[in-house]
C-alpha cells in the first residue's frame, strides 16, 4: 500500500467506498464484514461512508453501524484507520435521495452519526452535497461550529463547484481538507475542481472512479469504447484488471486524489487497492489521454 496526506494525516492512496454494503442488492452482514477486513488486510485505512448509506427508510446509519461492527470484530491494530462519514442527505425508502443542508439538521446529522461509529470525535466529516434551498455559508458554517465543538476533526465536502470550494476554504480554513467529486475516465466534468483541490492542498476523492458499473466500467451500452480498449489492452499487457488501470490512471492525475472504489466483495476491494502498485508510463498515459472521450 502506498499512502497520500490528508490535512493533517495520511491514509491508503485508495480508500473503500462501502456504499455497496448498505444499499439496495447489499450482500449479507457476513460478506459486508469480509470485505471491510480484506480492505484492511489490504492496508486500506480509509473507508468512506455517509448516514444516508442505506437501503429502508427505518435504517438511517446502517452502513456506519456496519463499519462499526467491522472494526470491532477485526483482530488487528485499527487505530490508524480513518472512517470518513457525510451528512445532509436522506432515503425515504422509495429509492430516491434527498437534500437537507439546513445547519440544525446537519448538527443533529453529525451527533447521530459519532453515536453510531462511537468515536470521541468523527475523523473527517462531508458535507454531502449542497442543498439549493440553502445558502451554501449556513451549511459550510455548521461544520465550522461542529469544529469549534470538537464533535469533528476536519471537514469535507462534496459534489461542490470551484466557486463553492472557493467559499467553504474562506469559511473553514485549513480545517478543509477534502474534496469528494464523481470523476472517472468516463465522467471527468470535475477536471476543475480537481485542479483547484490540488492547487489548495486539498485531498481529491473521485466518487464512482470505475464509472459506477462493476464488470467493464470503460465500456459504453453497445460495447468496448476506444478508452475501455485503451484501458484493457494495458490491462492485458501488464497482467492486471482494466479496473486497476483506471484506478492507476486517477492516481496520476495528482499526488493529493484518493480514488473511493466501492466493493461489494472482497476480491473486488483486493484488486483495487492493488492499483497503488502500478505506477503508469508516458507512453501509457498519453495513450489513454489520447482515447479518452473528449
Ligand atoms: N459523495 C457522493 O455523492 C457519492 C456518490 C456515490 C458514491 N460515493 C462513494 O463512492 C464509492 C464508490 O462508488 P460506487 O460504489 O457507486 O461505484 P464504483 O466504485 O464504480 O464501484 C461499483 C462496483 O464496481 C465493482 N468493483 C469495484 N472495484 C472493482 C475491481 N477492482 N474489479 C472488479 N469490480 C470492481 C464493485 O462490484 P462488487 O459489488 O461486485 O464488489 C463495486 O460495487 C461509494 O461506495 C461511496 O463511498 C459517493
Request: aromatic content about 4%; charged content about 20%.
Amino acid at each position: 500500500m502506498k499512502y497520500r496526506p490528508l490535512g493533517t494525516t495520511t491514509v491508503s492512496a485508495i480508500a473503500l467506498g462501502a456504499m455497496p454494503l448498505s444499499i439496495e442488492n447489499r450482500p449479507d452482514e457476513e460478506r459486508a464484514v469480509a470485505t471491510i477486513h480484506a480492505a484492511l488486510d489490504a492496508g486500506i485505512t480509509l473507508i468512506d461512508t455517509a448516514d444516508s448509506y442505506h437501503w429502508h427508510a427505518d435504517e438511517r446509519g446502517h452502513n456506519e453501524l456496519l463499519i462499526a461492527r467491522a472494526l470491532a470484530r477485526f483482530g488487528g491494530d485499527t487505530s490508524g484507520v480513518l472512517v470518513a462519514t457525510k451528512g445532509g442527505r436522506g432515503r425515504p425508502g422509495d429509492g430516491g435521495w434527498t437534500v437537507t443542508g439546513t445547519p440544525a439538521h446537519l448538527k443533529q446529522a453529525a451527533e447521530a452519526s459519532l453515536k453510531r461509529l462511537g468515536v470521541e470525535a468523527i475523523g473527517l466529516y462531508q458535507l454531502h452535497k449542497p442543498d439549493p434551498d440553502v445558502p451554501w455559508a449556513e451549511s459550510v458554517g455548521a461544520l465550522r461550529e461542529l469544529l469549534d465543538a470538537g464533535t469533528i476533526r476536519a471537514a469535507g465536502i462534496s459534489n461542490v463547484t470551484t466557486d463553492q470550494i472557493r467559499e467553504a476554504r474562506s469559511i473553514l480554513g485549513d480545517a478543509l481538507v477534502s474534496v469528494q467529486n464523481q470523476f472517472s475516465p468516463a465522467v471527468r466534468d470535475s477536471e476543475p475542481a480537481l485542479e483547484l483541490s490540488t492547487r489548495l492542498g486539498l485531498a481529491f476523492l473521485p466518487w464512482s472512479p470505475l464509472g459506477g458499473i462493476s464488470r467493464s466500467s470503460l465500456d459504453g451500452p453497445s460495447g468496448p469504447t476506444s478508452a475501455g480498449t485503451a484501458f484493457h489492452r494495458i490491462a492485458v499487457e501488464r497482467g492486471v484488471s482494466p479496473q486497476q488501470i483506471a484506478l492507476a490512471w486517477l492516481l496520476a492525475r495528482s499526488p493529493l486524489v484518493i480514488p473511493v472504489p466501492g466493493a461489494g466483495r472482497p476480491a473486488s476491494i483486493r484488486d483495487s487497492a492493488e492499483a497503488t502498485g502500478i505506477e503508469l508510463d508516458a507512453a501509457e498515459l498519453a495513450e489513454l489521454e489520447t482515447a479518452l472521450p473528449k
